[in-house]
């Protein structure tokens, strides 16, 4: 076994209605001022945790997270000024992934000398001295126990990853209740997103048994119910499922991470807004079956994982799987051409030419993607 | 899905000579003073390492751990005082489970007006100021990812559990390399002790699913590779995935826990000084036994996991199960019976007495232990 090094969250509270019992959170307890960061629609959920926090005698402050789409260096910018004037000891994330993301930020850069700009990349952050629980409201990014956050650079429409061990939290807290009224149209895309984080981490050239024990429940759980969340958004159950789901995916991104699913989506998503989740989610079954004849057996495993249950070589077990993907995105509401999504083929060059630029994770793919392979896949999928 | 809290160390390090970038871990970056409390086996190999890290500039003794068997209050009060008086701000305990255990309770009570008295139990540390590196060297207890510690109250011959958040390390490195040097004995012994962690938390009472994955990981590693690093000790792939199971048997000792097996050999390690792996080891297969018809098929799931491929009934594929440990066991040179370390029929009210105090564990076995039931699985090891 390759040597290996894992960053987790401290403590990872999972289950219906533990939001309940974070004020009791060892980080909360030792703080004196915690800033907690919401996204608008669970503003409402988390006033009486909020009250609670605030009885213990601990001066809290909500931060209204209202922005759409990846935070972008102004919106974190303007976000981290409200955060050093109120000089925080603790800072909570609730919402999707670019809220965690923009909280996981916030509390590396409150009280810290480097800037945006200076972090962005791959281990360039000195240090954190602000303590850091994530509560995700979407199943999605895994973002509450990754080392990554994500922005939009304005300027140049492009992605920016910022990836330190300082940005894993402390602690997060997994309540499926706070994603109950999240729309079927969130849900699924998010959804099939973890499900691209687990499968991307379990073909990857740079699997690990580590990681594949997660990559592997992650796939079993999301499959297992993300139609069900998608149908019947109050079914706590099956929300629970995916929400682990994506949690395990989280816990694939740091030591392994995404392969040419994310890359190719990179320009979907920074040039063209589609949501990060629906991008993948599109993409997804093409690039599969793209890296397929690379590594069979591995395919032919997130297969059976899917639950596919067919015999035979390994090719054909891995394109059953794949089948069964594109059924679960039908299943739940996903569009399946790039045209559904507002992508025509004079787009394609300049989505190649983006994807072609996210080497950090093309590196990953467990077969070679040239331009021309880029424009294929894409162009597949008008 | 039952709630749950995972505790775990937030960095992970893993694989051949991962010991040598220990130097470089955050905690011991951001210390001035660091205490490194070294098993005497081990402190030539660790040399390098500690004079790399004193190179840095900072101030790095070394503990020498030289007791035989859990730590008496006694022992760790004796080099707690050490560690006042030393003033550090990380503690690094390189040993097996005994030497881990004794570094934790450090970490926890130097600078800290509690005393091992105040903390024995569950949940009674106030918490913990120093940070905590763990290094195991022997692949058995998991200690390096727990919050647990077991000491021996040397008055009473009773062992004594500290269970807290606060004991689990910051950091954990696993270096097969350091465990090459285990005797087979040891090796042996522990390893099934292992073993023991993932299959009781597996047929626990209060099993979960975010735990199985780790029990059924390390029952797999455990099984296909103990025998391998008995024989060939030097076997680094071998050591790697026995050291990953072990650790794997740690990180279901904090949610879930052990059961009867454990609280049998309570008193053969307090009373009878029999090491707590070969008591556990002995006793494994007998209580098993006892407790399969309670739960044919989770028993029946650790017997492929154990790599039986015989199908059949729960309970027959189960028996298989408690047939091949029983062949490891042997394989390994672990003896079977209590008479073979030196217990009498006459010893065994006292053993079931000793075993039925400790609720806190019987709790969770998966089937009601009486005391004529532990008398009548002790007997039947006679």
């Not at 608008?40 to 909020?50: G, H, I, N, R, W």
């Not at 926090?53 to 260096?73: A, S």
């Not at 974190?76 to 000891?89: G, K, M, Q, W």
């Not at 079956?289 to 495993?301: D, G, K, L, Q, V």
């Amino acid at each position: 076994m390759e040597p290996i090094t894992l960053l987790q969250p401290k403590s990872i509270v999972f289950g219906k209605d533990v939001i309940n019992t974070l004020p009791e959170a060892t980080e909360i307890k030792q703080s004196q001022r915690v800033l907690c960061v919401v996204a608008t629609p669970l503003l409402k959920a988390m006033e009486s945790v909020v009250q609670a926090i605030q009885e213990r005698g601990i001066t809290l402050n909500v931060l209204e997270y209202n922005y759409v789409g990846e935070p972008t260096f102004k919106q974190v910018n303007s976000l981290l000024e409200v955060s050093e004037a109120f000089r925080p000891d603790c800072i909570i994330g609730v919402g999707g992934g670019s809220v965690l993301d923009c909280a996981k930020l916030l509390a590396a850069l409150t009280h810290n000398p480097q800037t945006l700009t200076d972090v962005s990349g791959i281990g360039l952050l000195n240090g954190r001295n602000i303590a850091l629980i994530c509560v995700p409201t979407t199943s999605g990014t895994g973002s509450e126990v990754s080392p990554n956050a994500i922005l939009l650079n304005e300027e140049t429409a492009a992605k920016v990853g910022i990836i330190s061990p300082f940005l894993v939290p402390d602690a997060c807290y997994l309540d499926p209740v706070l994603t109950v009224s999240l729309p079927p149209k969130l849900t699924a895309e998010t959804g099939i997103d973890a499900l691209s984080h687990c499968i991307e981490a379990f073909t990857n050239k740079f699997a690990h048994p580590m990681i594949d024990i997660y990559a592997l429940k992650g796939i079993k759980l999301i499959s297992e119910n993300l139609k069900q969340a998608c149908v019947k958004g109050s079914d706590i159950e099956a929300r629970a499922a995916v929400l682990l789901g994506a949690m395990y995916g989280g816990l694939c991104l740091g030591p392994v991470n995404t392969a040419a699913v994310h890359a190719l989506s990179y320009g979907l998503g920074g040039k063209f807004h589609v949501p990060h989740g629906l991008a993948n989610a599109v993409l997804m079954p093409e690039v599969l079956r793209f890296n397929m004849p690379a590594n069979p057996e591995r395919h032919a495993e997130v297969a059976r994982a899917l639950g596919v249950t067919v015999t035979g070589d390994a090719s054909a077990v891995a394109l059953a799987g794949i089948a069964r993907i594109e059924q679960l995105g039908k299943d739940c509401g996903i569009p399946q051409r790039l045209t559904d999504i507002g992508i025509t083929k004079t787009d394609i060059p300049e989505l190649a030419t983006i994807a072609m630029k996210v080497t950090r994770l093309l590196k990953n793919n467990p077969r070679t993607v040239t331009e021309a392979d880029a424009i294929g896949i894409y162009e597949k999928l008008l």
